[in-house]
């Protein structure tokens, strides 16, 4: 306790240089924990909404993935009713929803568009999907409609002209090779926040997709868990006990994810190491002052006998009380920026790709402050050790003589 009250009285020897440096450190804690923050809502967000689209786990007939398909459903899954209701039993499986993937032409008699649709339970795809599925016009489809019922893009939905109440043409070549028809009636239109995909996007029911291909077949199972960070322990146990079938874990099937983490991942990385080295350099410079003028003092020290390491232990102290002093104040104002976001309403622009922006948030996470504040004293310390281990190693008279 001494040694750091002799600290502490060091670092207010020369008040207004204490307080630039201290500062120095806390906008570098801040700016780090913010940009860090920031990166972690973004990884977050972007895992959120891989696993909704994908669903946590995807289950296939193990050439799914393996192969391209030479006809519709060649891969398909048979059986999959008892498979489902197996795979809902699990402790932490929540919903699992059968999908058949179909392409195809759709025409409002005038004009025909290439459709990419997805047969599934539409009610529950609204339910998982959440914010990441957004009801732009009209209603979901509903249940014993005598014409089939189908959700559009919204790009689809605007290059044919079609609106809630439109009756469309739906094509698509069936599992055997040949061509089938079935009429349609727009519920509402929907968007994923992806242009491409709304481009092309058809939402259509189990039912109405397996007829349109004539077979009885599904061609994945998403499997949505309660949590997201419980997916490799469920992948590992559901993956073991049926080797029959094919288990995707959903980040191998997300590569925008992928890609974004690795672009930022570089890009914050980069700006840490920056943020770093100015607040390194910067409590260099302002110990080494201090260490310039305290010369005569470390020899006087020196000459009573302290050894060179305990002045360098002592400078370092210093430093890393400046270090901890300006982390807390980081730590403080990141953590104002961080519950001002929340209220502010602020938003991103839209991602390349994307139609629709996300709000800008700052995750307060307690492993990232800890492992700045961690970094900032360390670097604060090193500056210490670096500006005195020179000085404290002169010869007695030399820095007894130093003016």
């Given at each position: 306790m001494k040694a750091l009250a002799l600290a502490w009285h060091n670092v207010l020897r020369n008040r207004r240089r204490s307080v630039v440096?201290?500062?120095?450190?806390?906008?570098?804690?801040?700016?780090?924990?913010?940009?860090?923050?920031?990166?972690?809502?973004?990884?977050?967000?972007l895992r959120e909404g891989a696993a909704r689209d994908f669903g946590h786990l995807t289950v296939s007939h193990p050439e799914f993935f393996r192969r391209d398909e030479e006809m519709p459903l060649q891969y398909g899954m048979d059986g999959h009713v008892a498979l489902k209701q197996r795979l809902e039993a699990h402790a932490h499986v929540k919903r699992v929803l059968p999908r058949v993937n179909l392409s195809g032409l759709v025409s409002n008699g005038e004009k025909s568009m290439i459709f990419m649709g997805s047969g599934a339970?539409?009610?529950?795809?609204?339910?998982?999907?959440?914010?990441f599925l957004t009801l732009v016009s009209g209603s979901m489809p509903g249940a014993g409609a005598r014409v089939p019922e189908v959700l559009l893009g919204v790009d689809l939905a605007r290059g044919l002209s079609a609106a809630p109440g439109s009756v469309l043409t739906l094509l698509a070549t069936t599992s055997a090779g040949a061509m089938n028809g079935v009429d349609v009636r727009v519920t509402g239109t929907v968007t994923t926040g992806w242009h491409d995909v709304d481009q092309r996007l058809v939402y259509l029911g189990i039912d109405t997709a397996q007829y349109l291909l004539a077979t009885d077949k599904v061609s994945t199972l998403a499997v949505f868990l309660d949590a997201t960070d419980a997916t490799p322990a469920v992948l590992a146990e559901l993956a073991s006990a049926d080797p029959a079938h094919g288990y995707k874990p959903w980040w191998e099937q997300a590569f925008y994810y992928q890609s974004v983490r690795a672009l930022y991942n570089r890009i914050f990385g980069l700006l840490g190491i920056v943020i770093a080295l100015l607040v390194f350099f910067s409590v260099s410079n302002t110990?080494?002052?201090?260490?310039?003028?305290?010369?005569?003092?470390?020899?006087?020290?020196?000459?009573?006998?302290?050894?060179?390491?305990?002045?360098?232990?002592?400078?370092?102290?210093?430093?890393?009380?400046?270090?901890?002093?300006?982390?807390?104040?980081?730590?403080?104002?990141?953590?104002?920026?961080?519950?001002?976001?929340?209220?502010?309403?602020?938003?991103?622009?839209?991602p390349p790709g994307r139609t629709v922006g996300y709000p800008l948030y700052v995750h307060a996470d307690p492993w990232l402050y800890a492992a700045c504040t961690a970094a900032i004293v360390a670097l604060c310390a090193c500056a210490a050790w670096l500006a005195s281990r020179k000085a404290a190693r002169l010869p007695i008279v030399q820095a007894l003589a130093h003016t």
């Amino acid at each position: 306790m001494k040694a750091l009250a002799l600290a502490w009285h060091n670092v207010l020897r020369n008040r207004r240089r204490s307080v630039v440096t201290i500062l120095i450190a806390t906008l570098g804690t801040a700016s780090m924990l913010v940009a860090g923050g920031f990166t972690l809502y973004t990884y977050d967000s972007l895992r959120e909404g891989a696993a909704r689209d994908f669903g946590h786990l995807t289950v296939s007939h193990p050439e799914f993935f393996r192969r391209d398909e030479e006809m519709p459903l060649q891969y398909g899954m048979d059986g999959h009713v008892a498979l489902k209701q197996r795979l809902e039993a699990h402790a932490h499986v929540k919903r699992v929803l059968p999908r058949v993937n179909l392409s195809g032409l759709v025409s409002n008699g005038e004009k025909s568009m290439i459709f990419m649709g997805s047969g599934a339970d539409i009610a529950g795809e609204a339910a998982m999907r959440g914010q990441f599925l957004t009801l732009v016009s009209g209603s979901m489809p509903g249940a014993g409609a005598r014409v089939p019922e189908v959700l559009l893009g919204v790009d689809l939905a605007r290059g044919l002209s079609a609106a809630p109440g439109s009756v469309l043409t739906l094509l698509a070549t069936t599992s055997a090779g040949a061509m089938n028809g079935v009429d349609v009636r727009v519920t509402g239109t929907v968007t994923t926040g992806w242009h491409d995909v709304d481009q092309r996007l058809v939402y259509l029911g189990i039912d109405t997709a397996q007829y349109l291909l004539a077979t009885d077949k599904v061609s994945t199972l998403a499997v949505f868990l309660d949590a997201t960070d419980a997916t490799p322990a469920v992948l590992a146990e559901l993956a073991s006990a049926d080797p029959a079938h094919g288990y995707k874990p959903w980040w191998e099937q997300a590569f925008y994810y992928q890609s974004v983490r690795a672009l930022y991942n570089r890009i914050f990385g980069l700006l840490g190491i920056v943020i770093a080295l100015l607040v390194f350099f910067s409590v260099s410079n302002t110990l080494a002052m201090a260490v310039v003028e305290r010369t005569r003092e470390i020899g006087t020290l020196r000459a009573l006998g302290a050894l060179p390491g305990e002045l360098v232990a002592g400078f370092v102290r210093e430093g890393a009380l400046i270090g901890l002093l300006g982390s807390a104040l980081g730590m403080l104002l990141a953590g104002a920026v961080s519950l001002s976001l929340r209220h502010a309403g602020l938003e991103m622009p839209a991602p390349p790709g994307r139609t629709v922006g996300y709000p800008l948030y700052v995750h307060a996470d307690p492993w990232l402050y800890a492992a700045c504040t961690a970094a900032i004293v360390a670097l604060c310390a090193c500056a210490a050790w670096l500006a005195s281990r020179k000085a404290a190693r002169l010869p007695i008279v030399q820095a007894l003589a130093h003016t």
